[in-house]
């Protein structure tokens, strides 16, 4: 798929654990960036990683990005209920375009 | 951090009518804004994207004709969904870019078009 893959599709744990997703991507990018998105609402923007950046932090986020493997992850720690939502990453083309990835749909039980 | 606003949330039209969707930026010039729609838990599939006083560029299967596109000021895209059928039906949002790379769009909070 031109868009990537995400895996896994979804993910279900307990809050207080740690959740990963990971994405592939298949062509060159300028940047990953990952985004979420709560149902029925827009995307809101967590992490943007340049290409010639191999990890980066905000908060209880840590996104890495493997350029010679075409993968990113991204990393939530000490989870919350709040955490609940679908979350995507995205490669960025030039003039701003991005694909998206499939989405993880993560579920934290309280 | 920068607000885009779209326009209605929620509408429901009947098949063969027009739907206007409205995507403003606002507290910042958006030179380019993109339009995508998603399925029911799937990605987002990128439409078209939209530049301030030209026309917009479409992805490939994308009916121009059928999505209108306008992006008349640097606050303000709409897109219109043209004598709508059921499987129009779908998620649609905006985004709006301050035009520079390695930079994060920003998202408006969609609009969920039934069409019956």
């Known amino acids: 798929s031109q868009q990537g893959e995400e895996d896994p599709q979804a993910l279900s744990i307990q809050e207080g654990e740690n959740a990963t997703m990971n994405c592939s991507y298949k062509t060159s990018i300028n940047n990953l960036q990952w985004y979420r998105q709560n149902s029925g609402r827009g995307l809101v923007h967590l992490i943007l990683i340049r290409s010639n950046e191999r990890e980066k932090h905000s908060g209880r986020l840590r996104v890495t990005l493997d350029t010679s493997k075409k993968s990113s992850s991204l990393l939530i720690t000490a989870s919350r209920a709040a955490d609940t939502a679908s979350y995507f990453c995205a490669r960025g083309q030039g003039a701003q375009k991005l694909v998206f990835g499939q989405g993880t749909r993560l579920t934290i039980n309280p | 951090g920068a607000v885009v606003s779209q326009h209605p949330s929620r509408v429901i039209c009947k098949s063969g009518t027009s739907v206007k969707i409205e995507c403003r930026s606002l507290?910042?010039?958006?030179?380019?804004m993109f339009w995508y729609r998603q399925f029911p838990k799937k990605s987002l599939m990128l439409m078209a994207t939209s530049n301030e006083g030209s026309k917009a560029t479409y992805e490939q299967g994308v009916e121009k004709d059928k999505f209108l596109i306008n992006h008349a000021s640097l606050t303000l895209s709409t897109l219109t969904v043209t004598s709508a059928h059921p499987e129009d039906s779908s998620f649609y949002i905006c985004s709006a870019s301050h035009g520079q790379d390695n930079s994060p769009l920003h998202f408006g909070n969609g609009t969920r078009l039934t069409v019956t």
């Open positions: 507290d910042f010039q958006a030179t380019t």
